[in-house]
């Protein structure tokens, strides 16, 4: 599983708790985050590059892009690259999007890169044509997150006024369409009120993920206790510090790649 950093601890989360006993490879290119601003094939670039060393190193049965930005741009050439199933999050999430909405007038926010790919919008034609869905990029969300700050004054602020667009299409549901924006979820909802649901694609991904190992048999379940590796290609200290906090107590370490 890979992200540009934090973000797809969102969806580790939930695929630890759903499937408890598998083994898991997470990879966060901190060094490159964030993928957002950056051009498409740049990010294809980077993706392809930690494929190759996820399979190269790990033999994965599967690899999870626990990252919008990199599946919006980057998700069918990575499926070309390997020959094991790989699983990302637009779909799982839109999915959710649309069973909670009632209204019909859904909001998706996600980085630059995700907003402009159009890659929400075609699939948001494809799977329920005529649902009124807004999409907004939040730069500066990803940042912040990075740097731990969930909370503050400054976000409450930046959010105020990137969301306005959202307040404006009178939504009844929002995606966090980059999975980072979960750790903003308290900020976020502040700002669109309670009547606004607020859908992550962390589990509806997770649940993905086990669909796609049952249909090829390949769950794993009991045995010796699964091994769980997180790696960093910034910093491995404030990797595991945050990351910590972020996911929870089975990140224990963190080991340190270089590109
Ligand atoms: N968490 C990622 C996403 O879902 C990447 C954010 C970034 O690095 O800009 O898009």
């Known amino acids: 599983m890979f992200d540009s950093g934090f973000g797809g601890l969102t969806v580790a989360r939930a695929v630890i708790d759903l499937l408890p006993d598998e083994n898991l490879v997470y990879f966060g290119d901190t060094d490159r985050y964030p993928y957002g601003p950056r051009s498409h094939a740049e990010v294809t670039a980077f993706a392809r590059e930690i494929v190759d060393w996820l399979v190269a190193t790990h033999d994965p049965k599967m690899i999870v892009v626990a990252c919008n930005t990199a599946s919006a741009v980057a998700l069918a050439e990575l499926e070309t690259l390997v020959d094991v199933p790989v699983i990302g999050v637009l779909e799982p999430g839109l999915r959710s999007l649309l069973q909670v909405t009632i209204t019909g007038r859904v909001g998706m926010i996600g980085t630059v890169g995700t907003v402009a790919s159009g890659a929400y919008q075609q699939l948001s034609e494809r799977l329920a ?28 602020v930046l959010a105020e006024r990137l969301l306005a667009p959202m307040q404006e299409a009178k939504i009844d549901a929002l995606l966090l369409g980059c999975t980072h924006y979960p750790f903003l979820a308290r900020t976020i909802s502040d700002v669109m009120g309670r009547d606004v649901v607020l859908v992550s694609s962390a589990d509806e991904t997770a649940f993905e993920v086990q669909r796609a190992l049952a249909e090829s048999g390949s769950v794993r379940v009991g045995g010796t206790p699964p091994v769980r590796r997180f790696v960093s290609s910034g910093d491995i200290d404030s990797f595991a510090r945050l990351g910590r906090r972020f996911l929870g107590p089975e990140l224990d370490r963190v080991e340190a790649h270089q590109w």
């Open 129 to 156: 044509p005529g649902t009124a869905l807004t999409c907004a990029a939040c730069p500066g969300f990803v940042e912040f997150v990075e740097r731990g700050e969930t909370e503050s004054e400054q976000v409450h």
